[in-house]
């Protein structure tokens, strides 16, 4: 697989559980079309709770670290061209993920504690 070609992206989840998911969902929308950034919607699975997230097509990290903490998560994902992914900690801490961001089947999610939803399919570190 050429991998030269594909963009780095990242994902952010708007979920604060003291405020409305819906709202702090809708939220982040309207903050990314603000900063010029195209995302979709999907959700992510972060240590078994689901989240209103958006993958965000952008290498802009500058941008990823603000909205981070605007939303107040204690991280977010970055996936790099080549597929392999980290996790970005507000204090500049970055977790390298064993393994790439692919395409699971749902048969087994249930051995992931950790995956993203985007319509029908679902995406995985492994």
Known sequence: MKTHNLKPFYIISAHQPDRDNDVTAHCLEQDLAALELPSIEATGVYKGEPESSRIVFSDDEIKAKFLRDEYKQECYLYVHNDRTAELVYPDGTRKSLVGTFRLISPDFIGQHQNYTKVGE?????Y
């Open 121 to 125: 399919a679902f995406y995985a570190v």
